[in-house]
């Protein structure tokens, strides 16, 4: 028998249940993190309004405590890029996303370290942080009597792919910044590859599915996971797709998980810059129009904070602040009726209360659609 076919609207609302983006929820900041599976944290701010956009409560100072007790750790995890997630996750999780870390190496540096002997500068990197944290510039002396003709940026990222560790407060607190302070977090006994693997597809499908082997390929990093199908798709329910840009592909998710109808209401969502739930995906039509994505995805990899309306992406935003008085800005990408206007200007407002708390005065531009 034929799988069923979900549609568009199907599968946009089931990834916005997922994502706590139809209703904000009661958990604790760490059960959250845990059910997204990690938030994208490459600045430092967004992933405090990614968790304030989906939780009942999501005090900035709280998720601050918990980095600084160590709790939650920002690294580097889903392909390659800076992500908050508990300390517990991270442990489980590296093992499985180690050859991420090494593709996306070999992707932005492997030119930079020719001929550079992985283990020596591996080791080399290893033994100067066992002696305590330090940043990437205090590695390169180290590192560089190892391998001295190589780019010392990429020999420090290389211990990154290959070492697990984990930013050191302050830097990545909200509103802070300057040089990070890198730390040991050794990892628990790694599971089999295939365990390991099968268990994050699993965790990813819980937090984004129904998906396909690409998407998860896209949001993990992981490479020739095509390869893995087999494996993966043992022992899970099998959905076709009647929508996308390939809309005979497999879709895969857990045995018994819910799918939310077509029709249900969506919320107006303010979603960070760089919020997973626009890159978790191969196949990005169940969150925003492919005419809109070159005004999200700049250059330089960077993705714009944007506007959830009837749960599709319907614009961008930002906030400016002069002295003690901030701005938000909403660019929608087509014109809002009067309704979704006044519904975006209350979401709004707790944006800036929660974004802008020692602002003195505040104001709401709507930019004019082009």
Same mark, same amino acid.
């Not at 209703?23 to 600045?43: D, E, F, K, N």
């Given at each position: 028998?034929?799988?069923?076919?979900?549609?568009?609207?199907?599968?946009?609302?089931?990834?916005?249940?997922?994502?706590? #983006?139809?209703?904000?929820?009661?958990?604790?900041?760490?059960? !959250? *993190?845990?059910?997204?599976?990690?938030?994208?944290?490459? &600045?430092?701010?967004?992933?405090?309004?990614?968790?304030?956009?989906?939780?009942?409560?999501?005090?900035?100072?709280?998720?601050?405590?918990?980095?600084?007790?160590?709790?939650?750790?920002?690294?580097?995890? #889903?392909?390659?890029?800076?992500?908050?997630?508990?300390?517990?996750?991270?442990?489980?999780?590296?093992?499985?996303?180690?050859?991420? #870390?090494?593709?996306?190496?070999?992707?932005?540096?492997?030119?930079? &370290?020719?001929?550079?002997?992985?283990? !020596?500068? &591996?080791? +080399?990197?290893?033994?100067?942080?066992?002696?305590?944290?330090?940043?990437?510039?205090?590695? $390169?002396?180290?590192?560089?009597? @190892?391998?001295?003709?190589?780019?010392?940026?990429?020999?420090?990222?290389?211990?990154?792919?290959? /070492?697990?560790?984990?930013?050191?407060?302050?830097?990545?607190?909200?509103?802070?910044?300057?040089?990070?302070?890198?730390?040991?977090?050794?990892?628990?006994?790694?599971?089999?590859?295939?365990?390991?693997?099968?268990?994050?597809?699993?965790? $990813?499908?819980?937090?984004?599915?129904?998906?396909?082997?690409?998407?998860?390929?896209?949001?993990?990093?992981?490479?020739?996971?095509?390869?893995?199908?087999?494996?993966?798709?043992?022992?899970?329910? &099998? $959905?076709?797709?009647?929508?996308?840009?390939?809309?005979?592909?497999?879709?895969?998710?857990?045995?018994? !998980?819910?799918?939310?109808?077509?029709?249900?209401? %969506?919320?107006?969502?303010?979603?960070?810059?760089?919020?997973? @739930?626009?890159?978790?995906?191969?196949?990005?039509?169940? *969150?925003?129009?492919?005419?809109?994505?070159?005004?999200?995805?700049?250059?330089? +990899?960077?993705?714009?904070?944007?506007?959830?309306?009837?749960? $599709? /992406?319907?614009?961008?935003?930002?906030?400016?602040?002069?002295?003690?008085?901030?701005?938000?800005?909403?660019?929608?990408?087509?014109?809002?009726?009067?309704?979704?206007?006044?519904?975006?200007?209350?979401?709004?407002?707790?944006? #800036?209360?929660?974004?802008?708390?020692? !602002?003195?005065?505040?104001?709401?531009?709507? %930019?004019?659609?082009?």
């Amino acid at each position: 028998m034929a799988a069923a076919a979900l549609t568009q609207d199907e599968l946009n609302r089931t990834l916005l249940h997922r994502q706590m #983006l139809l209703q904000r929820q009661p958990l604790s900041l760490p059960a !959250a *993190i845990t059910a997204l599976v990690g938030v994208q944290a490459q &600045v430092n701010n967004p992933p405090y309004i990614g968790l304030w956009t989906r939780l009942v409560a999501a005090p900035r100072a709280a998720l601050s405590q918990l980095l600084e007790e160590g709790t939650v750790v920002r690294a580097a995890a #889903l392909r390659s890029t800076l992500h908050l997630l508990t300390a517990d996750d991270y442990a489980r999780l590296r093992p499985t996303l180690q050859p991420a #870390l090494v593709k996306a190496l070999a992707s932005f540096f492997g030119r930079k &370290v020719p001929g550079a002997e992985v283990a !020596a500068v &591996v080791a +080399a990197g290893r033994a100067q942080l066992t002696a305590g944290p330090c940043s990437f510039a205090d590695l $390169y002396p180290a590192l560089l009597a @190892v391998a001295p003709e190589a780019d010392p940026q990429g020999l420090a990222y290389m211990v990154r792919a290959y /070492v697990p560790l984990v930013q050191l407060p302050p830097a990545c607190l909200w509103g802070r910044g300057g040089s990070p302070q890198y730390a040991l977090r050794e990892d628990d006994p790694p599971p089999t590859p295939a365990e390991g693997l099968r268990t994050l597809f699993h965790r $990813y499908l819980a937090a984004f599915g129904p998906a396909s082997v690409a998407d998860f390929q896209a949001w993990s990093g992981l490479p020739r996971l095509r390869e893995q199908t087999a494996l993966l798709r043992e022992g899970l329910t &099998v $959905y076709g797709s009647a929508a996308g840009s390939n809309p005979n592909r497999e879709l895969f998710d857990l045995p018994g !998980a819910a799918l939310c109808p077509a029709d249900t209401p %969506a919320p107006v969502r303010f979603l960070p810059e760089y919020d997973n @739930v626009l890159l978790a995906h191969e196949d990005r039509t169940r *969150i925003i129009a492919a005419a809109d994505r070159p005004r999200v995805f700049l250059s330089a +990899a960077r993705v714009r904070a944007t506007i959830l309306v009837a749960g $599709y /992406v319907r614009g961008a935003w930002k906030i400016d602040r002069v002295k003690r008085r901030a701005t938000l800005t909403i660019e929608p990408f087509a014109p809002l009726t009067a309704a979704q206007q006044a519904a975006l200007a209350e979401e709004g407002e707790r944006l #800036l209360h929660f974004v802008a708390e020692d !602002a003195t005065g505040t104001d709401i531009v709507f %930019a004019p659609p082009p």
